[in-house]
């Protein structure tokens, strides 16, 4: 629950122990606050942490407009360390926050700031709204301060399909820069995900995997190492072609529950072996 979980820190790491789990990996979206609390219980009961962030990458081409996730594994050791610690928050605010919001409202005035905009937007006139700014806030600034009625309008400007839009997350070249000063594993999560079959609760808003795979080149030249197989939202057909990109790319495999909560996205569905566990052991001091 430290970001978009039911369970605390404590909670998932007791769950694991009760299912005989030995090792847990536990990285939360775009944010490391849990993770002293699972290392801490962790040690309490017996089960060791693999400490990670998920990161959000985006995209804005031709090719693909929107996010994909980067899992970055790291010694818990490393949350001691300020400098780590600095750096990784400094990243992470380069995809959300003030820093995100100053970037669409520059993709905003250099798309509309001569035609539909009378003059160009600001993010002052945004932030005026709420310290925590979402989409409504773009929408009410441009109705009430640039005075734009017609909310087709308005939802050609700030839309999904709008050429201004800029989805959430750091760019790759940014991730890059920070784990190549740390000893950081970079791991690309759920690969196939957005060609998830039907309806299901681990289908998730991702470009197809065919879509992925034409990205793969930019993650490997940033240093990631290995690839998510083992995951619920993975059809078999699917991890057939994962596992001939691992061995084309000597990557190693991964895979977790990518569990959210008791029920809908229990922890323990998937995983990896212990030999698996030590083939990623060995690119990491853990």
């Known amino acids: 629950n430290e970001s978009d979980g039911d369970l605390s820190p404590e909670e998932l790491v007791q769950n694991m122990k009760a299912l005989g789990i030995a090792v847990v990996g536990v990285t939360d979206h775009d ?98 709204y709420s310290p925590t700014i979402t989409r409504r806030h773009f929408a009410l600034a441009l109705n009430q301060k640039h005075g734009i009625q017609n909310p087709d309008i308005v939802n050609q400007i700030i839309g999904n399909e709008s050429p201004a839009y800029l989805p959430s997350g750091v760019e790759l070249e940014s991730i890059k820069e920070f784990t190549e000063q740390f000893p950081v594993l970079t791991v690309i999560a759920h690969p196939a995900a957005g060609s998830f079959p039907g309806e299901g609760h681990y289908k998730e808003v991702l470009p197809p995997i065919e879509t992925v795979e034409k990205l793969l080149p930019r993650f490997l030249s940033a240093g990631m190492k290995g690839i998510e197989i083992n995951y619920p939202g993975h059809i078999e057909s699917h991890r057939e072609i994962l596992r001939t990109w691992a061995v084309k790319h000597k990557l190693i495999v991964t895979g977790g529950s990518d569990c959210h909560d008791l029920h809908l996205r229990p922890p323990g569905v998937e995983g990896i072996t212990r030999e698996e566990f030590e083939n990623f052991s060995t690119l990491m001091v853990l």
Do not use: W
């Open 31 to 128: 944010t490391d606050k849990g993770l002293e609390r699972a290392v801490a219980e962790g040690t309490r009961i017996g089960v060791r942490i693999v400490t990670g962030v998920e990161m959000s990458v985006r995209f804005k081409e031709e090719l693909f407009t929107g996010t994909l996730h980067l899992l970055c594994y790291f010694n818990p050791e490393l949350l001691k360390d300020s400098r780590f610690r600095q750096t990784l928050k400094e990243t992470l605010e380069k995809g959300r926050g003030d820093a995100l919001v100053r970037a669409r409202v520059n993709e905003i005035n250099k798309f509309f700031g001569k035609t539909i905009l009378a003059r160009e937007l600001t993010f002052e006139e945004i932030a005026s």
